[in-house]
């Protein structure tokens, strides 16, 4: 069966420091891999999306970047990070024939 | 541009109740739609994934249906229990391809024991 790993569960930043989320999915050969935020009483906003190794769409300005070095790892990187960074992050996976997607987790970033 | 609205957004009631949440979407040109449960601090679990061709999906207490061309779907669940308690979203496609799900805010569910 599919399963999916993210770390850390959760992070204490300050402003201003780079920052590393990682996403590994196992079970499955050449997902679709996502990064979604959740603030706080806000809905979850599309990050990043991933159809292969190196392959990146950004649906949102930011000072976030996305890396896909491996088939079934997703990494999310800042190299400053800004209070309004802060956020639930979540990886998630998608079955290509069926359209579901699986989330991991998450991890809980907060800038100070 | 996909729109999703839950309503309610809070829900409150005793056990045992059958309740029936509701989800709405703007844009009806959609090949499925996904009912999914948050627990406080926890990642998003998937309920239910209703494809376009069908109208209800059923899990267990959980029943989903889709009416595509009035851009509703509602989430029935029966014989509600203290462990139903949770936010519960559903998600339609944002567009074509892979990018991704767009989102309502979700419905935050309490079960009074």
């Known amino acids: 069966s599919q399963t999916i790993h993210q770390w850390p569960a959760t992070l204490v930043q300050p402003v201003g420091s780079p920052l590393s989320l990682e996403c590994t999915v196992e079970?499955?050969?050449?997902?679709?891999l996502y990064w979604y935020r959740q603030a706080a009483g806000r809905g979850l906003q599309l990050l990043f999306y991933s159809v292969g190794i190196g392959q990146i769409s950004s649906e949102v300005p930011q000072n976030l970047s996305a890396s896909r070095p491996q088939d079934r790892q997703f990494i999310l990187s800042s190299k400053k990070l800004l209070l309004s960074d802060s956020g639930f992050y979540l990886c998630?996976?998608?079955?290509?024939?069926?359209?579901?997607?699986?989330f991991g987790e998450g991890s809980r970033l907060t800038v100070l | 541009k996909q729109e999703v609205t839950q309503i309610p957004a809070a829900l409150s009631v005793p056990e045992g109740e059958n309740l029936v949440l509701n989800c709405s979407f703007t844009?009806?040109?959609?090949?499925?739609l996904q009912w999914f449960r948050q627990d406080p601090g926890k990642g998003l679990t998937s309920l239910l994934l209703i494809q376009s061709s069908q109208r209800e999906q059923t899990s267990g207490r959980l029943n989903a249906s889709l009416d595509k061309s009035s851009g509703r779907s509602t989430l029935y669940i029966a014989a509600s229990q203290p462990g139903d308690s949770a936010t519960y979203l559903c998600?339609?496609?944002?567009?074509?391809?892979?990018?991704?799900?767009?989102f309502g805010k979700g419905t935050h569910l309490i079960i009074q024991p």
């Open positions: 844009d009806s040109a959609i090949y499925n």
């Open positions: 998630a996976w998608s079955a290509v024939i069926t359209g579901e997607l699986f």
């Open positions: 079970g499955t050969s050449n997902p679709n």
């Open positions: 998600a339609v496609p944002s567009g074509g391809g892979a990018d991704g799900l767009t």
